[in-house]
């Protein structure tokens, strides 16, 4: 395999298939991560401060490495497409927030970014279709962006546990609601799909018929509210945990 074949992936030796073994496989070891974080959550929480800040900026930088080499690898192979490639999916917005909100030290932004870290990749991991697996960059993009930042986002809530309130919760979903409209005007002058706000992927409707009888907006507001609501009644109830002496919320 060559440098090139690694990065533009145009010979697909093994297929990444949705809802299979590699599939099911990593989303396994997601599960058995969270819970892993979970169990040790207290320990997690008494790490020192200095171990704790290098910790999240290795993470970040870690992000920014992965997002860096793909964009230098596709403009220097001439795959870039602006109609997929830019940075304005809600994942890879969730990848840039965890960089500049832990690079730049903006503590009071941590709440939102552990609804993000959840928010953009989860739909993801769970629905979504890279070329190949392996042999392709793509596949290791795929992870750390997606399934690391995941637990990270879990590990961080915990390194830097944060009160969140329900104004933490309409913030993020007018945010949110904003970003959906301008992605709106933005794919229907470009024609593309970002946000998924034009059209539901083909591979998704094969899997889930019953979504095309939906309108777009209606599936996207109720996945966002399944995936908040549930982070949030997680949240309360890791309230109770700290209210019986283990970790202080700040």
Same mark, same amino acid.
């Given at each position: 395999?060559?440098?090139?074949?690694?990065?533009?992936?145009?010979?697909?030796?093994?297929?990444?298939?949705?809802?299979?073994?590699?599939?099911?496989?990593?989303?396994?070891?997601?599960?058995?991560?969270?819970?892993?974080?979970?169990?040790?959550?207290? #320990?997690?929480?008494?790490?020192?401060?200095?171990?704790? #800040?290098?910790?999240?900026?290795?993470?970040?930088?870690?992000?920014?490495?992965?997002?860096?080499?793909?964009?230098?690898?596709?403009?220097?192979?001439?795959?870039?497409?602006?109609?997929?490639?830019?940075?304005?999916?809600?994942?890879?917005?969730?990848?840039?927030?965890?960089?500049?909100?832990?690079?730049?030290?903006?503590?009071?932004?941590?709440?939102?970014?552990?609804?993000?870290?959840?928010?953009?990749?989860?739909?993801?991991?769970?629905?979504?279709?890279?070329?190949?697996?392996?042999?392709?960059?793509?596949?290791?993009?795929?992870?750390?962006?997606?399934?690391?930042?995941?637990?990270?986002?879990?590990?961080?809530?915990?390194?830097?546990?944060?009160?969140?309130?329900?104004?933490?919760?309409?913030?993020?979903?007018?945010?949110?609601?904003?970003?959906?409209?301008?992605?709106?005007?933005?794919?229907?002058?470009?024609?593309?799909?970002?946000?998924?706000?034009?059209?539901?992927?083909?591979?998704?409707?094969?899997?889930?018929?019953?979504?095309?009888?939906?309108?777009?907006?209606?599936?996207?507001?109720?996945?966002?509210?399944?995936?908040?609501?549930?982070?949030?009644?997680?949240?309360? #109830?890791?309230?109770?945990?700290?209210?019986?002496?283990?970790?202080?919320?700040?």
């Amino acid at each position: 395999m060559t440098l090139k074949e690694f990065f533009v992936d145009e010979v697909i030796t093994i297929p990444f298939k949705l809802f299979g073994k590699t599939h099911l496989f990593l989303m396994f070891l997601v599960l058995v991560g969270l819970i892993l974080v979970f169990l040790n959550r207290k #320990r997690i929480y008494g790490v020192s401060k200095n171990l704790k #800040r290098k910790i999240v900026v290795v993470f970040a930088i870690i992000l920014l490495l992965n997002m860096i080499i793909l964009y230098v690898s596709s403009f220097y192979y001439h795959t870039f497409d602006y109609k997929t490639m830019l940075p304005l999916h809600l994942c890879y917005l969730s990848n840039y927030f965890y960089i500049f909100v832990v690079l730049l030290n903006r503590e009071k932004w941590y709440p939102y970014l552990y609804f993000l870290a959840f928010l953009g990749p989860i739909p993801a991991i769970i629905f979504f279709d890279v070329p190949s697996v392996w042999e392709s960059f793509n596949f290791y993009l795929y992870i750390i962006s997606h399934h690391l930042l995941v637990l990270m986002g879990l590990f961080t809530f915990y390194l830097y546990p944060k009160k969140i309130n329900l104004k933490h919760l309409v913030k993020l979903f007018v945010v949110l609601n904003v970003l959906y409209f301008l992605m709106n005007i933005f794919n229907i002058y470009f024609h593309t799909n970002y946000f998924f706000t034009g059209s539901i992927p083909p591979f998704i409707l094969e899997l889930l018929p019953f979504l095309k009888y939906f309108p777009v907006v209606i599936i996207l507001e109720i996945m966002e509210i399944i995936i908040i609501g549930s982070l949030y009644l997680f949240y309360q #109830r890791q309230q109770e945990f700290t209210k019986k002496g283990s970790y202080d919320i700040i």
